[in-house]
């Protein structure tokens, strides 16, 4: 059984700081690429930072300079540091892992307040 299960999540204020995580079970972590996908209220989901097996990382435009992805293959998590947060940045958070198939996380809902 794979799990994703991301905890952090929360309500701040604009400007605030925000630490997601999400520990992964049920998959051989060092393989799989880790990513951090994002979806507010009608909205399409998107992909916010992603980072490779190989400690590759890849940021949306939108939080570029906000935002850091990690991985601790060692305790099998991924992490998504939100700094400077803005209300455009509200959303529900969605881990996911992938090598051959992807998993998805059931998400952990972000509100940042003006």
């Known amino acids: 059984q794979v799990q994703l299960v991301e905890s952090g999540g929360g309500l701040v204020q604009a400007g605030g700081s925000l630490r997601l995580s999400c520990a992964a079970s049920g998959i051989i972590f060092r393989d799989n690429n880790m990513g951090w996908y994002r979806q507010a209220p009608g909205k399409q989901r998107e992909l916010v930072a992603s980072i490779t097996s190989g400690g590759t990382t890849n940021y949306a435009d939108s939080v570029k300079g906000r935002f850091t992805i990690s991985r601790d293959n060692a305790k099998s998590t991924v992490y998504l540091q939100m700094n400077s947060l803005k209300p455009e940045d509200t959303a529900v958070y969605y881990c996911?892992?992938?090598?051959?198939?992807?998993?998805w996380g059931r998400g952990a809902q972000v509100t940042v307040s003006s």
């Open positions: 996911t892992a992938s090598s051959r198939l992807r998993y």
